[in-house]
């Protein structure tokens, strides 16, 4: 069993349940010939012909809407967002129909719409964003957000077989990270959605937090131990719904929280992530819940810009020393 | 039929066919050859069924405004002076059970189509306790917009271009079965503006969908004229996407099935989708709340104009003064006009669905009076498993 990366695990997951259920197929632009924009899908459609990987016209709407109709009939659409960013083209179909589809009219719409989501490759304000914000408000879609292989080839299978559609976002800076290769078993698994994890544990202060971010609150981690501050990091996992118990449960042995992500500060998962700490667990705080995140603008171009607008291994050191003192 | 002088547009109370307007009726499904050629197959139980959906879809309407006069309901959206686009269409499909037991072909109304709500089965009871909301109404209260996934229809939703969306991916999950069926769907002159029409008919062409599209071509989108949002000849529109199209009388239940017959026919065999333009007119406002401002819109000439043109009246006309017996189908020799009996014939027919719709109502008031849903069912049902967040929310726990 080689250690692979987080792209060729979700690869995997999706060939795996291609080769397990023939109701499973995808959609997307440049997925097929091309082979998708990351390679993603490279090989799928001589595998498995062009009617289970289709090369669609630029038309997010389309794609989404055509992956609400074939999911109402029973098929198992994957639908690719070339980049995440895109998606706000289809953001009217995402949530006034599928989103709403099971509550009105008692028909569920089990599809993937998965993308490359992110920043810190110098992509842009138009190849970089994390939109789990712009949907996190929209009661009937599900959000996941691996940060492992592990983790990816069994969210993927887990969000191919859920009966909700499913919001599926790849940190490309994880894509081909060597770093995070990871032994991935071949074993059909998957890993429930909804259920955060434990990546570190600790006494003084949790970082909660998911994607790319669960890396630099490791290594802050790290950095901290030295310094005799004790971090836990949750690895949210799922973004909608969130792991509620996990997160409280930290909150109760620590008392202290950073909630830590790479979207946008105002609306953004802190907030309503602090909101329900302060329902659940107000009484076992010892100091203010701290958000780390990007800046409020749009994700600039320029290597200096887009440092300045991510959060960095520093910024948490700078939160948690500062909560550490209450 | 028994005009309703509270009720119905001013032109149709005293509606009496223009002879003109009857014999171009016969002229315009004579036209078309192979057009032709299916309405003459149509035997009189086909005709009369015909005529059953097109009183049945203008009596619900008519319901339907009563109860906004009598406060039961705010509003209500008709499809007075389109129902031919709607029955005939669905007539033309095939509502027969497929393998799955639902019916081969499926249908995404707008909410201006509701007839296709009754014709594709659904009873006129469950689309009344719609507008209620009723915990027995299809949706069980949470939205007006109906449908009914077993008996084949989408239900719709206001944003109307995304239906041409997922309708395609309807068709498309028939064609990657191989399974001969046909998905279609209806979409007005003021939405197939909106841009996932133009995505999702581009797709439904590239893909070759057996994706019938209906374009319901009504002279307005909600209160803008067709001359301020619109400068083509939709005729042009089937060329450009490279699909199939044809035009069709959206007042002549008689054209409008044949040419979707032909057009299923087309989609069945695997030739990809078919976009027809039906010309019609909304008699009314774009729902009851602004009909003075729809009269404001047009020139009275116009609704002068279609409203000699009721969809209802012609086709009534048709029947009555043709020569075939609807009693027993038999085309009538030179003696003996049927015409007296075809009278007696269609009046039966009007006063069964009259019953039907009557009865309908009381029983969806009914509803209304027993069977609300209760306030904690708001949190039910947006995730397949039971939500957890919801039922909390719902359960009041906050800090």
Redesign the interface.
């Known amino acids: 069993m080689a250690a692979i990366t987080l792209l060729e695990a979700i690869r995997k997951g999706l060939w795996e349940e291609m080769e397990r259920d023939d109701r499973v ?1 995808l959609l997307g632009e440049d997925i097929g010939v091309y082979g998708g924009a990351f390679k993603m899908t490279e090989g799928f459609l001589e595998r498995f012909g062009e ?2 990987v ?1 090369d ?2 630029i ?17 198992r ?1 994957v639908a690719e967002m070339q980049f995440i960013d895109f998606i706000s083209c289809c953001f ?2 995402l949530t ?2 599928a989103a ?1 589809s ?7 719409i089990p599809m993937v719409v998965r993308g490359p989501s992110g920043g810190g490759v110098h992509g842009g304000p138009f190849h970089s964003q994390n939109v789990e914000s712009f949907f996190l408000n929209t ?2 879609l ?1 959000m996941v957000e691996p940060s492992t292989p592990y983790d990816a080839k069994g969210l993927i299978k887990a969000a191919i077989r ?3 559609p499913v919001l599926f976002f790849e940190h490309k800076a994880l894509y081909r990270n060597p770093r995070i290769k990871q032994e991935v078993p071949d074993d059909d698994y998957i890993v429930p959605i909804g259920k955060a994890a434990v990546r570190r544990e600790g006494r003084d202060i949790s970082v909660i937090t998911y994607g790319v971010m669960v890396y630099t609150a490791m290594e802050a981690a790290d950095r901290l131990q030295e310094e005799g501050i004790d971090i836990e990091v949750i690895d949210l996992r799922s973004l909608l ?1 969130f792991d ?1 118990e996990a997160i409280v449960e930290s909150v109760k042995k620590t008392s202290k929280v950073i909630i830590l992500h790479e979207a946008t500060r105002t609306g953004g998962m802190a907030g309503e992530l602090t909101a329900v700490i ?3 667990a ?1 009484e076992y705080l010892d100091g203010p819940i701290m958000r780390v995140t990007s800046i409020d603008t749009p994700v600039p171009y320029a290597p200096p810009l887009e440092e300045f607008f991510m959060p960095q291994v520093d910024d948490v050191l700078k939160a948690a020393r500062s909560l550490a003192a209450y | 039929m028994i005009r309703y002088p509270a009720f119905d547009p001013p032109e149709y109370i005293d509606w009496q066919a223009d002879p003109r307007l009857v014999e171009e009726f016969a002229r315009t499904i004579e036209r078309d050859a192979g057009r032709k050629e299916i309405v003459s197959a149509l035997d009189h139980k086909r005709l009369l069924s015909l005529y059953e959906g097109l009183v049945r879809n203008r009596l619900h309407d008519i319901m339907l405004k009563r109860w906004v006069k009598q406060g039961v309901i705010s509003k209500a959206w008709l499809g007075t002076g389109e129902e031919a686009t709607t029955i005939g269409a669905i007539h033309a499909l095939d509502r027969s059970a497929a393998s ?1 037991g639902r019916p081969t072909d499926f249908v995404a109304p707008m909410i201006r189509n509701a007839g296709a709500c009754h014709e594709m089965g659904m009873t006129v009871t469950d689309m009344l306790r719609g507008y209620l909301g009723t915990e027995d109404s ?3 209260g ?2 007006l ?3 009914d ?1 077993q008996k084949g229809v ?2 719709p ?3 109307v271009g ?1 239906i ?11 064609k ?1 079965r191989r399974e001969p069926r046909v ?1 279609l769907t209806w979409i007005g002159d003021g939405s197939a503006k909106a ?2 029409f133009h ?2 008919m ?2 439904a062409a ?2 070759r969908l057996p994706l019938i599209v209906i374009l319901q071509n009504n002279q307005v989108a909600l209160g803008t004229r067709l001359d301020q949002h619109h400068r083509a000849s939709f005729l042009d529109w089937p060329a450009a996407y490279g699909v199939e199209g044809a035009a069709m009388d959206g007042n002549n239940v008689l054209d409008v099935y044949a040419a979707v017959k032909v057009a299923a026919r087309h989609c069945r065999e695997g030739q990809g989708p078919f976009l027809l333009i039906a010309e019609t007119f909304r008699m009314g406002g774009h729902a009851t709340h602004d009909e003075r401002e729809a009269r404001q819109t047009f020139a009275a000439e116009l609704f002068e104009r279609w409203g000699k043109r009721d969809p209802l009246g012609l086709f009534e006309t048709y029947l009555i003064e043709g020569t075939m017996d609807l009693e027993n189908g038999r085309r009538a020799r030179k003696t003996g006009s049927p015409r007296e009996r075809n009278l007696e014939v269609l009046k039966r027919v009007e006063e069964r669905v009259t019953s039907e719709v009557e009865a309908a109502a009381e029983e969806a008031l009914s509803s209304a009076r027993t069977k609300m849903p209760r306030p904690e069912q708001a949190a039910e ?5 039971h ?4 039922a909390q929310q719902a359960s009041g ?3």
């Open positions: 197929f009617d289970r289709i669609t016209p038309s997010e709407s389309a794609i989404v809407g055509a992956a609400c109709g074939a999911a109402m009939m029973g098929l659409p009217d179909i006034n129909y709403t099971r509550y009105r009219q008692n028909i569920g009661p009937g599900k859920d009966e909700d719904p509620r302060n329902e659940d107000f | 799955d299809p949706t069980r949470r939205d917009h109906i449908g996934f989408i239900a939703i206001s944003h995304d041409m969306a997922v309708t395609a991916g309807i068709a498309l999950a028939f990657l998905a841009g996932v995505e999702a581009n797709m590239v893909q049902g947006v995730y397949a498993e939500s957890r967040s919801s726990i906050v800090f």
